[in-house]
């Protein structure tokens, strides 16, 4: 039976800028996701650079294959883009952004056992923002998520806060910097609330919700296939991703499009000057100069890791 969100936890999402659906792939469903997954990440063995499909870990090998993120999966492969468009998921999220819902981005980030990488505190909105902010991501578990293996950390509210500073050295990075005195004064990360979860539990968080996550520190991987959504009448700021028929007939996965924007004031900061390590957001973020997770590498050169 498919899941529905209830009136409190529609309205907690608008409160808090997150919410938790529970339960929403399980039994032969979530299996396949699972299989599927697994076929690609096992082509990853013999790639020695990240590709239009692969985003690499440091620690990556031909022969010791680490994969961190699939890229768009739902461009590449008919399954995935099946399940980006799957009511079970489009029919919870249009009750957070309004009957027209178009499809905007994809990846699955893979946090391996003991190694996967962190993501730096950061917003979606700072990536791309839109003519208006009735714009989320889903956050489809394919395992059993705790503490230890890298939960996606959100700071409540903080999307009705400022749209903080992602640069460093004067270029896009695509992380807010520990040290950000703007964020300093209105972010406590300690107070941070981890979105632990069984395997088929679906996060939602607003685009505008400051967000990141900790290395993968226990023996178990987690893996977490994201959709980005957004209202039909949200434009990006940054351009299509792709041309105008695709971005604009295509990628709606429920209702019809309008080519009028519906504009709400929302603070912008554009992602330019462009990132010197252009790419994923992983690579993004090493141009940040300080971090506030820990990485596997980081670690290991400290003697902490073997």
């Known amino acids: 039976m498919a899941i529905e969100l209830t009136q409190d936890e529609i309205d907690f999402y608008h409160e808090n800028g997150y919410v938790v659906a529970r339960g929403v792939y399980t039994g032969e469903k979530l299996e396949q996701l699972r299989r599927e997954t697994d076929a690609i990440i096992a082509k990853a063995a013999g790639v020695s650079e990240h590709n239009e499909v692969y985003d690499l870990e440091d620690s990556h090998s031909p022969s010791n294959p680490r994969v961190r993120r699939l890229k768009e999966p739902y461009r590449h492969f008919d399954y995935f883009d099946q399940v980006a468009r799957d009511p079970d998921i489009v029919d919870i999220v249009a009750p957070l952004v309004g009957s027209d819902v178009r499809l905007y981005g994809g990846k699955m980030n893979l946090k391996s056992a003991g190694y996967g990488a962190p993501v730096e505190w950061h917003q979606d909105w700072a990536f791309y923002p839109h003519t208006n902010d009735d714009v989320l991501a889903t956050g489809l578990l394919l395992d059993d998520c705790d503490e230890m293996n890298g939960p996606l950390m959100v700071m409540p509210g903080s999307h009705k806060g400022p749209t903080y500073d992602h640069h460093a050295d004067g270029y896009f990075c695509g992380a807010i910097a520990p040290d950000d005195t703007e964020a300093a004064s209105n972010l406590d990360y300690s107070k941070a609330i981890k979105l632990t979860g069984k395997a088929g539990d679906m996060t939602i968080h607003h685009v505008r919700l400051v967000h990141g996550s900790a290395m993968n520190t226990s023996n178990r991987q987690r893996r977490l296939l994201l959709h980005e959504y957004a209202a039909g009448d949200a434009w990006p700021l940054v ?35 462009a990132a010197l390590s252009g790419g994923s957001i992983y690579e993004n973020q090493k141009g940040t100069g300080s971090r ?15």
């Open 292 to 306: 506030y997770f820990d990485t596997f590498e980081q670690k290991q050169a400290s003697g902490k890791i073997l």
């Open 239 to 273: 351009g299509l991703k792709g041309d105008f028929d695709h971005c604009f007939y295509d990628l709606m996965v429920k209702g019809t499009p309008t080519n009028q924007p519906r504009t709400v004031a929302a603070p912008v900061r554009l992602p330019y000057p």
